[in-house]
C-alpha cells in the first residue's frame, strides 16, 4: 500500500518544485504541472502493488480500479496537455492534430489500457466487482462506453465554443485536437458496435440449487458420523480371523440358541437392539480419531492452520449460515483451499489455475468438482481449529 507519509513527502517535493519553477517562468500551468506528475507518480505505484496483489492470487483484473481509474486517468492527462508547460511542445507540426511528449508519457499508456479494459467488459470478465458487490460486465461495458462517448463530446463543445480563459489562472497553449482523445473517442465508438452490439458473450453455466444438491450427496456421507465410523467397521470385518476354531463353534452355537430365544420373547429382542445402538452411539462418541483420520482429505496444506486459511480465495469470507445456505463450497485438489460453488465456477471462466497455489485444475474436476455443503465444512473448519487448540 502507498504509505499516508510517502505520499505527504512527494506532493511536497514537488510543490516545492513547482513552485519555484513557475516563479521563474511566470505560469501558473507550471505549477500544476508538477503537481499532477507527483499524483501520476502515485497512481502507477498504486497500480503496480495492486497489479502484485492480483498476480500473487493469480486473480483476473476485473475490479472497478482496474476498469475505471486508468481510463479516466488517461483521459485527464491527455486534457492537461493542452495546458502543460513541460514537455508541450507539438510533434505534429503544421497539423490540427496534437501530439506531444506529455501525451506519450503520461497519457497515451492509460488511453490503450483504458480502451482495452473497455474490450475486456465485452468479451472476458462476466461480472466487474465493486469491493463486495459485483454488476455484470457487459451491462457496465455499455454504461462505461457511453459515458467516455458523452464526456469527451461534451470537454469537446465546452472547450471550443464556451469557456473564455481571458480572466482563468489556466490558459490552454494551444487549441489542436488532442490525438489521445480522437484515437480514444474512435476506439470506444468502434468497441461499443464491434463487441458489444454486434456480439454475444457465452452465458455462464447454470449452477442451480439441484445441482449443487446432486453433488453434495457423495461428500455429505464423508463428514456425516454415520460414514465416518463404517470405515473402522469395515476395517474389524476384514481383520476377523477366516479359521473356524473350538471356541466360535461354541460362541455360534449360543448366538443360534440367543436367535431363537429372541424369536420367541419379542420383548427381548427390543431390549437387545435398544443396548446394541446405545454401544454404537458410545462407540462413535468414544473414537473421534476416525472422524479426524476422515477429515484430513478436506484440510488445506499448511504448516500452522489459522481461521484465514477456512476463508473463499475469491471472496476472503468465512462461509456462514444462513448467508451461504445453498451455495456450496469447492476445494482445490491440490492445495485443499476452499472456494465458493458459484465464484469458483465463474473463475473457471478466465483461468484453470487455482487462484491459490496456481496449479492446473483437471478438467474432469471441471466438469464434475466435488462440492461440500457449507454445513459441513463449518464442521470441518471447527473440527480443525479445535483440534489446534
Known amino acids: 500500500m502507498v504509505k499516508t507519509k510517502a505520499v505527504a513527502i512527494s506532493l511536497i517535493i514537488f510543490s516545492i518544485i513547482g513552485i519555484i519553477h513557475g516563479a521563474i517562468l511566470d505560469s ?35 475490479t472497478a480500479f482496474f476498469v475505471i481509474i486508468p481510463l479516466f486517468i488517461g ?6 496537455g493542452y495546458f502543460t508547460g513541460i514537455l508541450g511542445e507539438n510533434l505534429l507540426e503544421g497539423s490540427d492534430l496534437y501530439f506531444s511528449w506529455w501525451s506519450i508519457i503520461f497519457g497515451f499508456p492509460f488511453v490503450v489500457y483504458g480502451a482495452h479494459s473497455l474490450y475486456r467488459c465485452f468479451k472476458k470478465y462476466n461480472v466487474i466487482y465493486f469491493g463486495t458487490k459485483s454488476i455484470k460486465a457487459r451491462l457496465f461495458g455499455y454504461i462505461l462506453t457511453f459515458i467516455v462517448v458523452l464526456f469527451i463530446l461534451f470537454y469537446w463543445i465546452i472547450f471550443y465554443t464556451v469557456i473564455e480563459f481571458y480572466n482563468s489562472p489556466l490558459i490552454p497553449l494551444h487549441f489542436s485536437v488532442d490525438l489521445n ?17 454486434m456480439s454475444s458473450q457465452r452465458p455462464l453455466p447454470a449452477l442451480t440449487r439441484d445441482y449443487i444438491v446432486q453433488r453434495t450427496r457423495r461428500i455429505n456421507s464423508l463428514t456425516s458420523p454415520t460414514a465416518l465410523s463404517s470405515p473402522s467397521r469395515q476395517r474389524n470385518r476384514v481383520s476377523s480371523p477366516t479359521r473356524t476354531t473350538p471356541t466360535s463353534r461354541t460362541v455360534s452355537r449360543t448366538t443360534r440358541s440367543s436367535a431363537q430365544s429372541s424369536r420367541t420373547k419379542p420383548t427381548s429382542h427390543r431390549q437387545s437392539t435398544r443396548t446394541r445402538s446405545t454401544k454404537s452411539t458410545q462407540t462413535r462418541n468414544i473414537k473421534p480419531t476416525s472422524k479426524g483420520r476422515n477429515l484430513d482429505r478436506f484440510k488445506p496444506i499448511a504448516s500452522f492452520l489459522s481461521e484465514d486459511d477456512f476463508k473463499c480465495i475469491f471472496c476472503f469470507k468465512l462461509p456462514k449460515l444462513p448467508e451461504d445456505r445453498g451455495r456450496g463450497i469447492i476445494l482445490c485438489p491440490r492445495c485443499r483451499y476452499p472456494a465458493h460453488a458459484d465464484e469458483f465456477k465463474d473463475w473457471l471462466r478466465t483461468s484453470n489455475l487455482c487462484s491459490r497455489c496456481s496449479t492446473p485444475i483437471p478438467y474432469r474436476y471441471q466438469r464434475t468438482p466435488r462440492i461440500i455443503s457449507v454445513k459441513n465444512y463449518l464442521i470441518i473448519y471447527r473440527h480443525f481449529l479445535r483440534k489446534k487448540k
Not at 483521459?75 to 492537461?80: A, E, L
Open 28 to 62: 501558473f500551468n507550471v505549477f500544476v504541472t508538477w503537481l499532477l506528475i507527483s499524483l501520476w507518480i502515485i497512481f502507477n505505484i498504486k497500480i503496480l502493488e495492486n497489479v502484485k496483489r492480483h498476480r500473487e492470487f493469480n486473480s483476473p483484473h476485473n
Open 75 to 80: 483521459i485527464f492527462y491527455s486534457i492537461w
Open 181 to 197: 482523445l480522437l484515437l480514444l473517442f474512435i476506439i470506444t465508438i468502434l468497441v461499443l458496435i464491434v463487441f458489444g452490439f
